[in-house]
């Protein structure tokens, strides 16, 4: 008896442990970490964008792009990969001037090859001095 039950348990079993074994390996890029985070609240204005994901990322096929508040875009620095880690991309930010909600939108190719286009906004508020 036990030795019918798995032989038809253990062709389920394997099957099920296949598929969630390999959901890692069908995920998309997945931002793991950014600065400034997602709903920051900052009152200087940040130096750099930087994202991270959680697997390399294909620069030449990677946009990052900043939205002031007023809807005009801000340009960047040059896009770079983070020499030390693959997984982290990194563009300089000018001098933000006015106070309200940012967005970064980002536009990048993991080495999975699936493009992964999201955003997400932090506030910028200059301290008074």
């Known amino acids: 008896m036990v030795c019918r039950s798995w032989a038809i ?25 950014s600065v400034p985070g997602s709903r920051a609240k900052l009152d200087h204005p940040p130096s750099q964008i930087e994202l991270c994901f959680n697997e390399p990322i294909e620069l030449k096929f990677s946009t990052v792009r900043l939205t002031a508040p007023n809807g005009a875009k801000i340009p960047l620095g040059a896009l770079s990969v983070d020499e030390h880690d693959p997984k982290c991309l990194r563009a300089a930010a000018p001098e933000l001037k006015d106070a309200g909600a940012y967005t970064v939108n980002y536009r990048v190719l993991s080495s999975d090859g699936h493009v992964v286009d999201y955003g997400f906004t932090f506030s910028y508020q200059p301290s008074s001095r």
């Open 9 to 33: 348990a253990g062709p389920f079993c394997c099957a099920l442990f296949c598929a969630v074994g390999s959901g890692s390996a069908l995920a998309h890029a997945g931002l793991v970490k």
